[in-house]
Structures are given as structure tokens and as C-alpha cells.
């Protein structure tokens, strides 16, 4: 009896398709493979290395350089959502095997530093600028305070 069941088993998959599907696992695009970082929109604020997990990320503000150990990262995308400037992505590519850890660094492009170099002049500028109104308002409500007090100690002297 088993073995007419097993033919009709048998028959079955020879003509229809497999119940089974193929074993790849697909993931959303931009949830695995490997940490990017534009450079140029990099501004070295090193939050990424602060909320790295396993402390894969270095920044380097005095170098101005930013660095990975590919083979430390668990592709978490701790870094990638934390950043503030959304310079970093995930690739869509899985990092390449081998057989010694290595250690990728990037430095920031004279463009870029010189860009940054400008925005942070120009806020210097207007906070000096911005205290500089702030010591002219004070100024005008000091001598306006000058003024008041001679004025009440005159009512004072009448009143005597």
C-alpha cells in the first residue's frame, strides 16, 4: 500500500512544479552589505564612532581622515541612522573577503575642508557680530539706566 502512494507521490513532482522555493534570502535594499561615507558632506562630528557598536569607525579631526575595519562592522546601520549630516549609507555590495584585516581610511578633499573652513568663519562672523549688537543694546539701556537714577534722585531730594 505505501509503495502505490509513493508512486503517486513520485508522479506528482515529475509533473507539477516543486512545493519548495529557492533558498536566497532577499533583504530591502540598503539594510545589508557595507558602510559608505561621502567625504565631502563629512563633517568629522564622530557620532558614528560614539554609537558604532563594536567600535569598528575612527575619526580623526586632527587629520581630517575617517576610518573603518570592514571586518569588525556587523553592518547594524547604528552609524548610517545617527549621522547628522547623512553621509553615510550602506552599500548594496557585501564586503569582499580576505585574509588579513585591513583598515580603510578616507580623507577629506581639500574642497571640502575649505568649505567647512568658510562655514565656520562666516558663524564665527555672526556670532561677533550678533554680540556686538547685543553690548550696543546694552549700552543704550545702560546710559537710559544712567539717566534714571539722577532723575529719581532728584524726586528723592524734592520730597525732602
Known amino acids: 500500500m505505501a509503495f502505490v502512494s509513493f508512486k503517486k507521490t513520485i508522479l506528482r513532482n515529475l509533473v507539477s512544479k516543486p512545493y519548495t522555493r ?8 540598503g539594510t545589508r552589505g557595507h558602510v559608505e561615507n561621502d567625504m565631502d ?9 560614539i554609537k558604532c557598536p563594536t567600535h569598528a569607525i575612527t575619526v580623526d579631526k586632527a587629520a581630517k581622515t575617517w576610518s573603518i575595519r570592514p571586518m569588525s562592522c556587523i553592518q547594524c546601520r547604528c552609524c548610517v541612522d545617527n549621522c547628522p549630516k547623512k ?6 555590495r ?4 580576505g585574509d588579513e584585516k585591513i583598515t580603510k ?33 546694552a549700552n543704550a539701556n545702560g546710559g537710559a539706566a544712567n539717566a ?10 524734592k520730597k525732602d
Open 22 to 29: 529557492k533558498a536566497e534570502k532577499q533583504f530591502p535594499e
Open 105 to 137: 581610511t578616507f580623507k577629506q578633499s581639500e574642497k571640502a575642508i575649505a568649505a567647512q573652513e568658510a562655514l565656520m568663519k562666516a558663524a564665527k562672523e555672526r556670532a561677533a557680530a550678533a554680540a556686538a549688537a547685543k553690548a550696543a543694546a
Open 87 to 92: 553621509c553615510l549609507s550602506m552599500g548594496v
Open 148 to 157: 534714571n537714577p539722577a532723575a529719581t534722585a532728584n524726586t528723592q531730594e
Open 41 to 49: 558632506v563629512c563633517v568629522l562630528c564622530g557620532l558614528c564612532s
Open 94 to 97: 557585501f564586503q569582499e573577503p
